[in-house]
């Protein structure tokens, strides 16, 4: 399962990835502490056995010391939605910003298409050289906290709104993390999804009939390079009675992205056949396909994923994006969204 055989070029994963793929089980001990699965229902069976824990998620873990209250979490979700939606409607910024470390480049380059228009130092919770150093966050988190812009300040977006129409000061401290955790994950998510498309559509991609069907490009990029490559559940307790290698002191990985390129499951499996989704209305209901979870914990962004991705993988083949030098081989390092790392040009 570890050559995918693309169009004209292919992935090294990392080695921890590499020997995953190399199972040929679906059930099986990855150490003494972990089992792995990529069987489709127990996979389905292990999400709907308990609830996901609090700690366990990563937008809406804890913050500020305290768990993020229902109608808080949905209220951000929304307000994202609203966001990403008229966000994307504005032109563009310069193609020029696509250049270079993918999918890094797309990360920055979402961030200021969506979120540039915030006041500072709302703004600054997006930004990738602040997100990286934990130091840099806080303060910045600080000051947004105390100075989160007042109401007539125009192109806000509606999570800065949130910061600021907090009613009390965990409220706000709430919505300063969630502004900078929804950002993130958006940004990062899409850009790695658009990366892995424009990697597995080759050099071909500007054939017109690669272009025609962006969105079954993007479903094939989810099964076969999924961003959310692996899920995890603290703890066996629940799963025991689901299969015997599971033990109550066991964490137990999901890997939807060994599912995705089963052979039991999928025809041709290492091909990159974008027609594989022709006439199909809804990918997500594909058997042994979960690019966005299983019922029970299911992502609450996945609406808007992949229109945001074709928006940015158009811009990206209207300014003729493409990759730097002749490489036919990219890495994919072993890091919690899966991507593949490679320079990119533009115009050329
Ligand atoms: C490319 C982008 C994304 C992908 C591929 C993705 C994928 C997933 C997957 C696979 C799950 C199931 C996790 C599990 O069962 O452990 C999930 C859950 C979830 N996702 Fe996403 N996601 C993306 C972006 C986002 C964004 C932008 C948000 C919101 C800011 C978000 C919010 C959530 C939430 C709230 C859950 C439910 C987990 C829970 O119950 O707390 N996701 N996502």
Redesign the pocket.
Known sequence: MATATTRSRTVVFAPTIRDLLARDEKVFRIDPAKVGVSDSRLMAEI?AARP?LST??S??KPAAGAEIPHDS?TR??RA?GQDAVAGSRKPPPPARGMAGAWPYAGTSYLRRWLFSGDPLPVSLLSKRGVTRSDTLSRLVDRAATRWPGSADQDGRTALAGLIRDADDPLDRRQAVAMYR??TA??CD??A??TGNALWLMGPERDRPEQRADLTAILWETLRLL???WM??RNGGAAYTALHPEIRPEDDVALF?LLMHRHPDYWSDPLEFRPERWDGVTDPEKAPAFM????DG??????H??VPLAERLLTVALDSRLTVRGPQQEAQVPLRSLLSVRFEAQVGA
């Open positions: 999400v996901v366990e998620r937008v809406y979490a951000t979700i994202l955790r929804a994950t958006l998510g899409v790695a999804l999924p961003p959310a899920l995890y939807p690019p966005f979870g299983f914990a299911r992502c609450w962004a996945k808007l994923i």
